[in-house]
């Protein structure tokens, strides 16, 4: 069974820093992009931040920054580096990506999700 598994949120004070990790885990042959989405309460889902297997990065304008996403292929795990948050900041945190499985199809998986609260 494959599955992303995120870890890593909390309680944060504005200013301060957290790391997210997503690990993912099953019969996967090749992991293609991992991203990070977010969604406020009564907002929509936004993308956070996305990494290519290639190691390119692209970010949303609101976390230029502050923000840093990497990828450990080794591990199958993709993190989230957060610096200077902002109450604004405050979501569920998200991470996705595009996975080979050993059927030779292409999938995209959903992890779980983690709040992040930034408040003083």
């Known amino acids: 069974q494959v599955q992303l598994v995120e870890s890593g949120g909390g309680l944060v004070q504005p200013g301060g820093s957290l790391r997210l990790s997503c690990a993912a885990s099953?019969?996967?042959?090749?992991?293609?992009?991992m991203a990070w989405y977010r969604q406020a309460p009564g907002q929509q889902r936004e993308l956070v931040a996305i990494i290519t297997n290639g190691g390119s990065t692209n970010y949303a304008d609101s976390v230029k920054g502050r923000f840093t996403i990497s990828r450990d292929n080794a591990k199958n795990t993709v993190y989230l580096e957060m610096n200077s948050l902002k109450p604004e900041d405050t979501a569920i945190y998200y991470c996705?990506?595009?996975?080979?499985?050993?059927?030779?199809?292409?999938?995209?998986?959903w992890g779980q999700g983690t709040q992040v609260t930034v408040s003083s």
């Open positions: 099953g019969n996967i042959v090749s992991i293609y992009t």
């Open positions: 996705n990506s595009n996975l080979g499985l050993s059927d030779g199809f292409k999938y995209l998986y």
